[in-house]
């Protein structure tokens, strides 16, 4: 008989369906925060003495990460970014939920809280996300990571500021004064969800578009965030999970990225599910579309990034 759960390797996708309350009820534990982390989250800011280009003191002009460590850490880390058009934060089921499931697996989370628009705009994002996932990088070895098995997992939004950081990095600065400033900024593997791509076609999210760039911004500028434009051999490895009925950002922003990957031969692997609304996290309220972590998890676990 297989006892195994529907999180499990090898686990047959009819059992996966046929088990789906099991799945729903761990997916909701996990949400609760009664399964994964070891040990309390813990926030941190990203810049101990303020961050570049503060406006202010207030709570959303201070960048910073939420740590939640695994129970049993397999060595792999990844850097949350929330989705909300670049005006808001999806904490809870792009942030905390994430986070959770990670652990699941023995995954070090950070869900990052980074500043937004209209208040702040480009390059203050990717700024903020750069610095998440340098900290990371930075403090592996007391994190309980491996620093060339660290990713980004990006949600709407979040999913454009994910692919920025795989299309836009950089090796750090090794005469920095700040440690962290040493190293990369690139991303291992990404993990994008319903992801903002493209800023130049019709397939545009106006909001994100706005919020992060301002009402008149330079097109230089604008085709240069276009991400799907920006993919070369050195992009990270990306897993996409999108739905064709997504009426807020349409699937064609993940079709564009996953073509310009194939085209450079970055390794890509693209779920695309028939209906589906925007933002749904993880889904685990629906039988169907709850299988797609199932299929992100054999992904990390066919590139290694499942056990130490």
Request: glycine share 10%; hydrophobic share 40%.
């Amino acid at each position: 008989m297989d006892t195994r759960g529907p999180f499990e390797p090898n686990y047959s996708m009819t059992k996966r369906l046929k088990n789906f309350a099991v799945q729903a009820a761990v997916g909701l534990a996990l949400a609760a925060g009664t399964l994964g982390a070891a040990t309390a989250p813990k926030t941190v800011l990203l810049w101990l003495n303020g961050a570049p280009g503060a406006l202010g003191t207030a709570d959303s002009d201070q960048p910073k990460i939420t740590i939640y460590l695994p129970d049993k850490p397999v060595g792999t880390a990844v850097v949350v970014l929330p989705g909300g058009g670049y005006g808001m934060l999806a904490m809870d089921h792009e942030g905390l939920q994430i986070a959770h499931w990670l652990n699941g697996y023995g995954i070090a989370a950070f869900v990052v809280q980074y500043r937004l628009g209209p208040r702040y705009h480009h390059p203050i994002e990717l700024g903020d996300a750069q610095r998440a996932i340098r900290y990371v990088r930075a403090n592996a070895a007391d994190l309980g990571a491996a620093p060339d098995r660290i990713g980004v997992w990006g949600f709407s939004a979040g999913g454009h500021l994910a692919s920025t950081t795989g299309t836009h990095f950089d090796s750090g600065n090794p005469s920095a004064a700040d440690a962290i400033d040493r190293v990369g900024s690139r991303p291992d593997f990404m993990i994008l969800s319903y992801p903002v791509i493209s800023f130049t076609t019709p397939y545009t999210h106006r909001g994100s578009l706005k919020n992060l760039l301002g009402d008149n911004p330079d097109p230089k500028l604008v085709e240069s965030l276009s991400n799907e434009l920006q993919v070369t051999p050195q992009t990270p490895p990306t897993f996409l999970f999108h739905t064709t009925t997504d009426s807020a950002v349409p699937v064609e922003n993940s079709i564009m990225f996953y073509m310009a990957l194939r085209k450079a031969g970055v390794p890509a692997e693209m779920h695309v599910y028939e209906k589906g609304q925007h933002g749904v996290g993880l889904a685990s309220y629906d039988p169907a579309l709850s299988t797609w972590p199932v299929l992100l998890a054999d992904w990390l676990r066919t590139r290694g990034l499942l056990v130490r």
